[in-house]
């Protein structure tokens, strides 16, 4: 009975949300990394973007997705969105009872790991790296004298949602935002944002080929695995996992640009309606 129970417990899935699209590279990196797991995810296509919206909306509207994900079993949360972990997971880790696990601290230990200089380039939403959230991450792991520089990258999320991750255009823009970087002669950059790993050999074209770029969608990976097997909760079931989607907005839109994240493993999108999510159920719970 007991262990029936635990199998249960184990075969939940993980609870993914972000901002919109771009959580799906986190997606991408569990498939890898936890193949056997299966993946309930919630995209916040209505009121994205996140990365210009005030530290108080995005904990409320992280607070509604992790309520729509626990009210649908997750057994684990992963925040994929860098600026809803810049601005809630903290308090989310503090108020939930599953394990949450954010984008910005597994980043932050993989970027102090592969630095020879000690000079770390981190590039985020203006949310994001106006929360300062890397750079304490940065700092607290590296010590004096390491240096970190953050650079916010306003226009990276639309040019990556349009497609244009191999662009002249998108070349510009990043020769425009990456100079300050060279010029300090970072060796690390963090790509703090779900969207920025979908630009990768962009970057890197810019950055050179001595330039490390750290990809935090697949170090939080690795912290899931780790997570799920320090607790016990790896999937036992041998049938193969499911992938689940919902969205506040049009499904169909969801469909057609995350398949430029994760091609056809996007079946069934549904959508919900979040805006005041879980209050409703704290309502009815109270007396
Ligand atoms: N998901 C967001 C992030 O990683 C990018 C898109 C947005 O601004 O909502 O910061």
Redesign the pocket.
């Known amino acids: 009975m007991t262990s029936m129970r635990a199998a249960v417990e184990r075969d939940r899935p993980i609870g993914v949300f ?3 699209f ?2 799906l590279t986190v997606v991408n990196a569990l498939r890898q990394r936890v193949p056997n797991e299966s993946v309930l995810y919630f995209g916040d296509t209505a009121r ?5 919206k005030s530290p108080a909306n995005v904990r409320r509207f992280s607070r509604e997705a992790a309520q729509f994900l626990l009210s649908r079993d997750a057994k684990l949360i992963v925040v ?5 972990t810049a601005h809630a997971a903290a308090e989310l880790a503090a108020e939930l009872t599953v394990p949450v696990v954010g ?1 910005i601290e597994p980043g932050a230990t993989a970027a102090v790991a592969a630095t020879r200089s000690g000079r770390i380039g981190v590039l ?2 203006a ?2 790296i106006g929360s300062g959230a890397y750079d304490l991450a940065v700092r607290r792991r590296l010590g004096e004298p390491g240096r970190v520089y953050a650079q916010p990258c306003p226009l990276f ?1 639309p040019l990556v949602e349009e497609g244009w991750t191999d662009h002249a255009v998108t070349m510009r823009v990043a020769e425009e935002y990456l100079r300050p970087l060279k010029e300090v002669d970072v060796d690390v950059i963090i790509l ?4 920025y790993p979908l630009l990768s050999p962009l970057l890197q074209e810019v950055m050179g080929p001595d330039v490390t770029l750290v990809d935090s969608a697949e170090e939080t990976a690795r912290a899931v695995e780790g997570i799920l097997s320090e607790l016990g909760l790896e999937r036992s079931a041998d049938t193969p996992p499911s992938f689940t989607f919902f969205v506040s907005d049009s499904p169909h839109r969801f469909r057609e640009v995350g398949r430029r994240f994760v091609g056809d493993l996007i079946g069934a999108v549904s959508h919900v309606d979040i805006d005041g999510f879980g209050q409703h159920m704290q309502r009815l719970a109270s007396p």
Do not use: E, L, Q
Request: a negative charge; one cysteine or more.
């Open positions: 972000d901002s919109g771009g959580g994205v973007p996140y990365g210009s994929a969105c860098n600026t809803a984008v985020g939403t949310g994001t999320v703090g944002c779900t969207h």
